[in-house]
């Protein structure tokens, strides 16, 4: 079984200048109430890994304009004008990597792989300091595995024992970070008893979860 | 670019699916071929960020939290849709299991090499998924206006622009016309009803072979 918590408690052991890795797709999937605790605890000096900032000013943004981020790792800033102003002024390191290889480097990182070699990439800016590997005759970027120390994921439904079930589109990074980071935080929007969701429909195996958080399904509707 | 020629390019792009494939769309005027693909041929339309079997925009009211597009739209999901992941997705992506994407570009040259993603000092808004599409997809089609807001053209003989990816492109098809990107060079296949091959090449900053058929579209 795994501890269910609020989320002040679950990230009673995070602090300034730790990496936190944050699942989601836009407004999709997103662990907003743990965000909102570390916006709460004043945690600063973080590294950020999510695909993307979102549109909204919540979650990691607020982190943002707050300057708690001093450096962020995803694939896209495009919809947001507070991380142009930031990548401009240096405020935030940024790294931008293509998605797919995003997805993979911390899907190697927590499947245990010394990397990815991958062909997005090649004869692109990308590629500038990257190791180039022939195999088969075929050329690959090695792109290195990505880890945190944290990852804060969400699911719809959860068990105690840590396994999680997420519906559509709203898995989507949640699944690799799981697998990520040396601590994994999962919101759930309903936490049953063993038995209580069908093991043949789990998202995310109990093996890479350690803390719970109850958090209150999305209104429909919303963005 | 007036709504009529955007429409055309979808139009005639849509044309060029065939039968039963899975077919990833960017945003902009890729979004349009939609409106065109007849349903019955059993094409379905991959999103990114974790599902095949994208369907029209949720209507208001009916929007799921769940389920967004990859612009990050509620969406909605066809019968026989199915979700996965993103390193799924991407493995479908990546591994040459998509069967079209249709992408727009800054630049796109002889050689099939694609600029889409960044101007060199202005915003880079990011690289999302465009390297991993032009690099995986079977068939890369690029859907944009022949020439800039400014009147240059955007087929070039070089780009000038940060590439996405090298020798990946395969179609372009503009409101003027139809390439086909070959190892001989860019072959001009068809133009417009409302062109001319002249005009075509006047606008166009790349060699352009003609093709001995010429279609109209």
Known sequence: MKPIKTPQQAIENMRDGCSIMVGGFISCGRPLAVLDAIYEKGLKNLTIISNDTSKEETGIIKLVMAGRVSRFIGSYIGMNRIMGEKLKSGEVKIELVPQGTFV???????????????????????????????????????????????????????????????????????????????????????????????????????????????????????? | MEDNMRLRIAKRIARELPDNSIVNLGIGIPTLVTNFIPGGKGILLHSENGFIGLGAPAQPGQ?????????????????????????????????????????????????????????PGKFIPGIGGAMDLSVGAKNVVIAMEHVSKHGEPKIVKKCSLPLTAPKQVNLIVTELAFIRATEAGLVLEEIAEDTTVEEVIKNTGARLIVAEKLGRF
């Open chain 2, 63 to 119: 929007e799921d939290p769940n389920l967004v597009n990859a612009g990050g739209e509620a969406a909605t999901i066809v019968p026989g849709g199915c979700c996965f992941d993103s390193s799924m997705s991407f493995a479908i992506i990546r591994g040459g299991h998509l069967d079209y994407t249709i992408l727009g570009a800054l630049e796109v040259d002889e050689e099939g090499n694609l600029a889409n993603y960044t101007i």
């Open chain 1, 104 to 223: 993979e480097r911390i899907r190697a990182a927590g499947a245990g792989l010394g990397g990815v070699l991958t062909p997005t990439g090649l004869g692109t800016a990308i590629a500038e300091g990257k190791e180039v590997l022939t195999v088969d005759g075929k050329k690959y970027l090695l792109e290195k595995p990505l880890k945190a120390d944290f990852a804060v994921v969400k699911a719809n439904r959860a068990d105690k024992y840590g396994n999680g079930f997420s519906a559509g589109s709203s898995k989507n990074f949640n699944v690799a970070m799981a697998m990520a980071a040396d601590h994994v935080i999962m919101e759930a929007e309903e936490i049953v008893e063993p038995g209580g969701l069908d093991p043949e429909k789990v998202t995310f195996p109990c093996v890479f979860i350690h803390t719970l958080v109850p958090v209150a399904k999305p209104v429909k509707g919303g963005k």
